[in-house]
T-cell receptor, first 114, second 114 residues
Framework: AQSVAQPEDQVNVAEGNPLTVKCTYS??????LFWYVQYPNRGLQFLLK??????LVKGSYGFEAEFNKSQTSFHLKKPSALVSDSALYFC????????????FGSGTRLSIRP | DADVTQTPRNRITKTGKRIMLECSQT?????MYWYRQDPGLGLRLIYY???????NKGEISDGYSVSRQAQAKFSLSLESAIPNQTALYFC?????????????FGPGTRLTVL
């Protein structure tokens, strides 16, 4: 069965420091992986996705994610955090049993302190 | 987010009442989804639709029903609301490019059942 795990409920980072939000997955077949961000009182916004090709995927707002097949991970990263990056981040994987469905992780709250 | 709209944005109702949440989209996507979000549980899929004639149950469809009135409209109904249906509800659409179904979310409806 497909699944996605975000092992950290919360990540705290000082502004200007690099940040990493972790995600691991379990899928049958080729993985299709996504990151979404949710700001307060807003819907989720698409950040980036991995389909195939380069393991480092670049997305919106300066975020990038590294696909690691051997470790089944898809960690979200940013070289220099901003206070405005504080939000709830969701990793997701396409459901292998139904190409139209997405399975979401439980979310990681990122807090950037000034 | 403006491409996917939800009404109402907030609703407080009583146990046993019938409630309808509405979703409209201008993205031209065939695929539409209803999710609920609960703290610590991420997003869980209630129903999804590939087109006007296609409706599919998600992982938590009990107590809910949907109607796809047109390509652009997908409504969610709670026939007899109960307190544990208090949650944040999101409508989403998706494209399907290179096998990846990127989702685009509405702003959400906060439903409280007393």
């Amino acid at each position: 069965a497909q699944s996605v795990a975000q092992p950290e409920d919360q990540v705290n980072v000082a502004e200007g420091n690099p940040l990493t939000v972790k995600c691991t997955y379990s899928v049958s077949g080729n993985p299709y992986l996504f990151w979404y961000v949710q700001y307060p009182n807003r819907g989720l916004q698409f950040l980036l996705k991995y389909i195939t090709g380069d393991n480092l995927v670049k997305g919106s707002y300066g975020f990038e994610a590294e696909f690691n097949k051997s470790q089944t991970s898809f960690h979200l990263k940013k070289p220099s955090a901003l206070v405005s990056d504080s939000a709830l981040y969701f990793c997701a994987v396409r459901d292998g049993s139904s190409a139209s469905k997405i399975i979401f992780g439980s979310g990681t709250r990122l807090s950037i302190r000034p | 987010d403006a491409d996917v709209t939800q009404t109402p944005r907030n609703r407080i109702t009583k146990t046993g009442k019938r409630i309808m949440l509405e979703c409209s989209q201008t993205k031209g996507h065939d695929r539409m989804y209803w999710y609920r979000q609960d703290p610590g549980l991420g997003l869980r899929l209630i129903y999804y639709s590939f087109d006007v004639k296609d409706i599919n149950k998600g992982e938590i469809s009990d107590g809910y029903s949907v109607s796809r009135q047109a390509q652009a409209k997908f409504s969610l109904s709670l026939e007899s609301a109960i307190p544990n249906q208090t949650a944040l509800y999101f409508c989403a659409t998706s494209d399907f490019i290179q096998g990846a179904n990127t989702q685009y979310f509405g702003p959400g409806t906060r439903l409280t059942v007393l």
